[in-house]
């Protein structure tokens, strides 16, 4: 059994890949190794997992109904055996609402991160490579957008959309591109004039195969680690926008929005907002410790042995 | 004698800083041509503006007869390619040996890559065990070598080399410089050597040109510097530079 | 003449996630007020040997040896703190680039009597007068312009006579220079190389020259030491260097192309595994 391991590891830290395949195992083996060496970036993986599962398994965890509560004998409970974070004002239990709001709250990274990330990346390394007239252009947009308070600018794009998660998300991930931009352009530049790029040049590839093969890759590391920790940031606009009332609407479980209706029992009954509350710090922590880790792991600059 | 490469009063400014002063040489066919000289002196710029790395304010570059435009186009990179002096910075640190291999051959579209990489490695010494290596796990010889391999692959009659060894120790010096030698002969190539090290430039190239200044000190044979038949001081002063020190 | 420096079993060990890296492996030697010159190829310990008598190794490596002293004092057993005193004041050391070794937002003038400063107690006046006349001693040939210069403002011959300036200030007795003239162009190298010679000889330094290559090397010090691996594989007078005994050293100078003859292929290198043993 222990030599079956030792095997296996000995084959993914081979000096000599002899496949495609292997090479690219050994390199995430490597960078794995490197990452499950910090012990707060395995916890932050953890509650992410967590999180993952959560919401995969929402119907199966969650002991009530998300939106159907019992109006008549459990309004405002507390904490209990029957109901573990509480009730809320409509008798819904606080527990299945978080483990539902679970899935809102991933669906609003994801997409976020999936619209986002993509915009600056390409941004970022077409103004960075082209220079000139192109950069002047594409980066004073990126600085209109950077002029403006994020959450104002998310306010303006969902009013003018109308309010809706999926307006939220839009806005968000609108208003969140621009630093991603700066980073892949920053990235870029100092990759631009490095011989391997003139290498590729040498070969007579076109200017979006180099920035699209040969920069981005470069750039894509520094910009996964990036995004992570603004995840957290994410998480706590959609949930300013939800307070506002301008992102979930009721009945949905967002966590923002719950937090929003439960602000008016904060003195008498804390946990009606103090369950999402708390459910948002730790996810917020799970993707900042994952950021970070990452950002070691990953970083080129930290040698690639 | 066909001319290959022909440079006619090439000049080349930065910022108002006059790189290239016009300057002008002439690579027949097959040749080896090497160009000394120390920093500042040019002879870098000067084959970054045959590749067209730096915009060239005025004068002609030809390769076979053809007069080069501002723009160079897939064709031109078919027939010349280059080795940079930096085995550590040109090869793309995210990318397998393999990966390195098949980038040029997708961009010229040529049909049997598998068969292509496997015969360029062979070529330069390397053998398949080092094809799906990272330019990390290789020492800065392989390095260079697999530099070589990706510039030969689309099989160039003119290969530009940017002080290919400098960065090298003496004795990985000595194999890749054979290596060179080796493939010119196999596949009559034309070289143009940028050395600042007369030594190698002897040994290298048949004739040679001295540069200073963005501009030609003096052209002459590589056997004219073993027998010291020099006409300029600055020559003179570089040969006796490259014997060593003479305690005064 | 007693030994200025003496070095027995030297070795320098740097602990890594994959095992330890054995950068040197047992070296000795002793140095008197001579020209000794290290050489070797990139990993062969050179640089690690001369880092370690200057007390510049990384902080987790470790270091061991049998002897280690520098004129009667124990070095492996000094404080940091004396060691720091020693350092600069009696042993100095040049590194290979300027660039990274000046301090590039001090000028030039000042650094220079910054360090003259930390190691004596002088005057203003009297600082800048001397730092001055260490400028012209390195042939700067209009020292007051060059003493309000900045690093980046100098070119590299300059800037790596400025670093030599600035580390003889202090009068070291030992002065350990890696590679000191490899990023200068040929006609520059043998210019700082004079200065070089001429104030060892005049002040009597010990000097330490590091370098990869074997003929420089050999036309300018006294006795060479080639290293392999770790490891001492042959000592030799400089002028003796055409009857090398070890076929490592042999190698070395035959591989290197010349301007007078004509051999082709070149000899290459066949590293035997023994010569690491």
């Not at chain 1, 093969?213 to 995840?231: A, E, F, K, N």
């Not at chain 2, 980038?103 to 398949?128: K, N, T, W």
């Not at chain 3, 040049?94 to 650094?111: A, C, H, N």
Request: hydrophobic content about 45%; overall charge positive.
């Amino acid at each position: 059994m222990s030599t079956v391991a030792e095997t296996r590891r000995e084959w993914l830290l081979s000096e000599r890949p002899a496949s495609r395949m292997q090479a690219r195992l050994g390199r995430a083996y490597v960078t794995w190794r490197r990452f499950s060496a910090n012990r707060l970036a395995m916890v932050g993986l953890f509650i992410i997992i967590a999180l993952l599962v959560v919401a995969a398994l929402a119907d199966v965890l969650a002991p009530y109904s998300p939106t159907i509560g019992d109006l008549k004998n459990a309004r405002l409970l507390p904490p209990s055996a029957q109901h573990w974070f509480g009730t809320d004002d409509l008798g819904r239990d606080i527990l299945s609402r978080v483990i539902h709001g679970s899935r809102w709250t991933l669906f609003v990274v994801v997409l976020v991160a999936v619209i986002a990330a993509p915009i600056g990346l390409l941004v970022g390394t077409v103004a960075g490579y082209a220079g000139g007239w192109i950069d002047a252009v594409l980066m004073r947009v990126t600085d209109i957008y950077l002029a403006f308070p994020k959450l104002v600018l998310a306010l303006a794009f969902v009013a003018a959309l109308g309010p809706g998660i999926e307006n939220a998300v839009l806005a968000i991930a609108v208003t969140s591109w621009p630093p991603y931009a700066r980073i892949a352009r920053a990235e870029t530049l100092t990759v631009r004039n490095s011989d391997y790029i003139k290498a590729v040049q040498l070969m007579g590839a076109s200017p979006m195969r180099i920035v699209l093969r040969h920069i981005m890759p470069m750039c894509i590391s520094s910009l996964i680690v990036r995004v992570t920790l603004d995840m957290a940031g994410i998480i706590l606009t959609a949930a300013g926008l939800g307070f506002l009332g301008l992102g979930a609407q009721p009945p949905l479980p967002e966590w923002g929005a719950m937090i929003a209706s439960g602000r008016r029992f904060i003195l008498d009954q804390w946990w009606v907002a103090g369950a999402p509350g708390f459910a948002i710090l730790i996810v917020s922590l799970g993707f900042n410790l994952l950021g970070d880790g990452l950002r070691d792991a990953l970083d080129p600059r930290s040698g690639d042995q | 004698m066909t001319s290959m490469l022909r440079v006619d009063q090439v000049k080349v400014v930065f910022d108002h800083f006059r790189a290239l002063r016009g300057v002008s040489l002439d690579v027949a066919q097959g040749e080896s041509f090497g160009l000394v000289g120390e920093s500042g002196s040019g002879k870098s710029t000067l084959l970054r503006a045959i590749a067209g790395l730096v915009p060239v304010a005025s004068g002609k570059i030809a390769v076979g007869g053809q007069v080069l435009g501002r723009k160079r186009d897939k064709e031109f990179y078919r027939k010349v390619q280059m080795v940079f002096q930096d085995p550590y910075g040109s090869l793309h640190p995210r990318q397998t040996v393999d990966r390195l291999l098949q980038e040029p051959l997708a961009i010229h579209g040529f049909p049997d890559g598998e068969q292509r990489i496997r015969r360029a490695l062979d070529e330069v010494g390397l053998g398949s065990g080092f094809r799906f290596r990272y330019s990390h796990q290789l020492s800065g010889g392989q390095r260079q070598r697999v530099a070589i391999a990706r510039a030969l692959i689309v099989e160039p009659s003119i290969l530009l080399l940017d002080e290919p060894t400098s960065a090298l120790d003496a004795s990985v010096q000595a194999e890749v410089l054979n290596l060179l030698e080796q493939v010119r002969r196999d596949r009559k190539l034309t070289f143009l050597m940028v050395s600042h090290d007369l030594a190698v430039i002897a040994h290298m190239c048949e004739r040679l040109m001295v540069m200073q200044n963005g501009e030609a000190v003096e052209s002459l044979a590589a056997s004219a510097l073993g027998t010291r038949d020099v006409s300029q001081d600055y020559t003179r002063r570089l040969l006796k530079a490259s014997e060593g020190f003479v305690r005064t | 003449m007693s030994a200025l420096l003496e070095i027995e079993d030297l070795r320098v060990t740097f602990p890594t996630r994959t095992g330890v890296i054995e950068a040197v492996r047992g070296v000795s030697f002793s140095l008197g007020r001579e020209r000794l010159g290290i050489v070797g190829e990139s990993g062969s310990g050179k640089s690690q040997t001369g880092r370690a008598i200057m007390g510049l190794t990384p902080p987790q490596a470790r270091i061991s040896a049998a002897k280690l002293s520098f004129d009667g004092v124990d070095l492996r057993s000094l404080p940091a703190k004396q060691r720091r005193a020693l350092r600069g004041n009696r042993i100095a050391m040049i590194l290979q680039d300027p660039k990274y070794s000046l301090d590039p937002v001090m000028t030039i003038g000042r650094q220079i009597v910054e360090t003259l400063r930390t190691h004596e107690k002088v005057g203003n006046a009297e600082a800048r007068e001397r730092t001055l006349q260490m400028l012209e001693a390195v042939q700067i040939r209009d020292p007051k312009r060059v003493f309000d210069l900045h690093p980046h403002e100098v070119s590299g011959g300059m800037g790596q006579r400025a670093m030599i300036a600035m580390m003889l200030i202090a009068n070291p007795e030992l002065m350990i220079a890696d590679e000191p003239t490899s990023a200068l162009d040929v006609t520059v190298q043998l210019d700082v190389l004079n200065i070089l010679d001429r104030l060892v000889a005049d002040r009597g330094m010990g000097l330490i020259f590091i370098s990869h290559d074997l003929r420089l090397v050999s036309s300018f010090c006294d006795r060479v030491i080639v290293m392999y691996a770790g490891k001492v594989v042959e000592e030799l007078k400089a002028s003796d260097l055409g009857r090398a005994e070890h076929p490592y050293t042999r190698g070395l100078l035959d591989c290197m192309p010349r301007i007078d003859a004509d051999r082709h292929p070149l000899p290459v290198l066949d590293r035997k595994p023994e010569w690491a043993a």
